[in-house]
């Protein structure tokens, strides 16, 4: 339902800090200046739905973005809607039901490790370095992060 190329683009979340989740999107291309999009997300598409408490606007005041905080990604999934209207017409509108670790709309900017701790011996020329992983979302697994050391002499 709804007008062609009025359905959002270009649709994309970044979690930070473990518990916060920014969306954002492009308006579609027929979208007039009062084309209003909503925002909803949750678990899947057959459970409750949270709609966006936090838009981020354009210089139009339309909706192109939400921050949502507090967010907890207990399964995998996670499910999106977009929808809206403008003049009392439906537009088009965009949803996705993604596996979290299969799928790149949902970005994790993963904090630094935490709890470095460096143990050189002069006689053996051997450093032993330990940290903990970064605290995640979802991810739990050691066995999948991968680390990068740079080791610089001063």
Not at 85 to 108: C, F
């Amino acid at each position: 339902a709804g007008m062609n190329g009025t359905a959002i683009e270009n649709f994309v979340c970044v979690i930070f800090n473990v518990s916060f989740m920014n969306c954002t999107w492009h308006v579609g291309r027929t979208a007039t200046e009062d084309t209003q999009y909503f925002l909803y997300w949750g678990p899947s598409k057959k459970e409750d739905v949270t709609e966006c408490q936090n838009y981020i606007k354009d210089n139009c005041g339309r909706h192109t973005g939400c921050r949502f905080q507090n967010v907890t990604i207990a399964n995998k999934n996670a499910y999106f809607l977009v929808n809206g209207s403008r003049s009392g017409q439906s537009i088009q509108s965009y949803e996705e039901n993604i596996m979290l670790i299969s799928e790149y709309i949902i970005v994790e900017k993963l904090t630094p490790p935490s709890n470095v701790t460096v143990n050189c011996t002069e006689a053996s020329h051997r450093c032993s370095i330990w940290w903990r992983q970064p605290r995640t979302s979802h991810v739990k697994k050691r066995s999948c992060f991968k680390y990068e050391i740079i080791i610089e002499n001063k």
